[in-house]
């Protein structure tokens, strides 16, 4: 089963004072969901998700029951008009690797920092992926 792969990105803004939120979601395998696997949410609802300064909220995704495939995406992270990143993944189904990065992010030149914690690079589930969001 596919539901074995899955991801929750969880991110924090820790900006003082300005909203961030998540844009271009695209999903090439697997599924979004909230908090039940079973429960599909649309890319519209996950490109509604606006993370206030000092709170959090959380992206997930998975492979699809009796599927053989697991889950590959991405989407954006905006304050505003500024993209911050590009967060990006690929847990595959019958893969003994996963990937997990953070693109179009330049850490000398971006008035932003992006922490990423520790994630599964094993086969498997990516797990539970906390990013962090602040000023430097």
């Known amino acids: 089963m596919a539901y074995a792969q899955w991801l929750t990105i969880q991110i924090q803004n820790l900006l003082k004072k300005n909203d961030i939120r998540v844009q271009h979601a695209v999903l090439e395998w ?6 039940s696997k079973d429960v599909e949410v649309t890319t519209s609802q996950i490109e509604a998700v606006v993370i206030a300064p000092g709170s959090s909220e959380s992206v997930s995704a998975c492979g ?15 304050e505003g008009a500024a993209k911050i990143c590009t967060v990006k993944w690929d847990c595959p189904w019958g893969s003994k690797t996963n990937s ?3 693109e179009s992010y330049n850490i000398i030149t971006s008035p ?3 922490s990423v914690g520790n994630w599964n690079r094993d086969s498997g589930a990516i797990g539970t992926v906390p990013i962090v969001i602040s000023q430097k």
């Open 30 to 35: 697997g599924k979004f969901y909230k908090t």
């Open 64 to 78: 699809r029951s009796d599927a053989s495939s697991g889950t590959t995406g991405q989407f954006d992270i905006y």
């Open 100 to 102: 997990f990065n953070i």
């Open 112 to 114: 932003y920092l992006v």
